[in-house]
């Protein structure tokens, strides 16, 4: 069972980076990735360390957008230790990449942390089929959200605690949401896709995007996923 934000079809090629703290993981992802038509590997990455071969003439860079499609680094690892965070905020807000996160255990106080530092697609380590890694990766392309089921109930509960935490402290009004974000975001958080909300609110597709934009950006979120949590934190959804 899971919680998807976006389909899988998709147009151009991604192109991907892959990080592994091992070479027997790293080559699993590689072998699982290499013969999809929709992914490009462009660089080889042996734990932290990064190498684009040169990147022919044409060929996407990490952190490059080619054709509109933005680099996704895929990050495995077991567990969420200090250092697969701090690669995690470098590869997000330093070098500008969407992420995948591959990951056998989040503990609770890691998965806010995870969602806000930008990553919006995370895929249980024993569920990374040939497949779902791909749907993860398209998600992560389009900078859209793909959360595992049960994820998504934790995430839930906690922005839920954190809401209610909120509501006992003085303080000022948060930014506000016009109502048509509202809407959107409540869709957003119901699974719905940009097609299907589209359709539901009868707004085209384009006016989606720009009102998703425009509130991760005056906000200061990170995604589609972020800005859920936060309208579950401010009591809007």
């Known amino acids: 069972m899971r919680t998807t934000f976006k389909s899988t079809t998709t147009v151009e090629r991604i192109p991907v980076v892959i990080h592994a703290s091992d070479p027997i ?5 590689v072998s699982q990735l290499r013969q999809r038509p929709e992914v490009e590997l462009v660089g080889e990455t042996r734990g932290s360390e990064t190498r684009t071969n040169g990147a022919r003439a044409g060929e996407a860079r990490p952190g490059e957008t080619r054709d509109g499609v933005r680099t ?8 969420l230790d200090e250092t697969t965070m701090l ?15 591959v990951t056998g255990v989040i503990r609770e106080a890691e998965l806010l942390q ?13 569920e990374a089929t040939d497949q779902r890694l791909l749907q993860a990766v398209v998600a992560a392309a389009r900078g859209e959200g793909d959360l595992p089921s049960d994820l998504l109930g934790r995430l839930i509960n906690q922005v839920g605690r954190l809401q209610r935490n909120a509501a006992q402290q ?20 119901e699974g719905m896709d940009t097609r299907e909300i589209a359709g539901k609110l ?18 200061q979120l990170r995604n589609r996923a972020h800005a859920v949590a936060y309208a579950l934190r401010e009591g809007y959804i």
């Open 87 to 101: 690669r995690l905020r470098r590869l997000v807000r330093t070098d500008g990449l969407n992420a995948v996160l």
């Open 170 to 189: 003085p303080g000022g009004s948060p930014a506000g949401l016009a109502p048509r974000e509202i809407d959107i975001l409540r869709l957003v958080s």
């Open 202 to 219: 009868s707004y085209s597709e384009r006016t989606v995007k720009n009102v998703l934009h425009g509130l991760t950006t005056r906000l």
């Open 114 to 126: 995870v969602i806000e530092c930008g990553v919006g697609a995370i895929l249980w380590r024993h």
């Open 72 to 79: 996704v680094a895929v990050v495995l690892a077991d567990r």
């Open 25 to 29: 993981t790293r080559a699993g992802a």
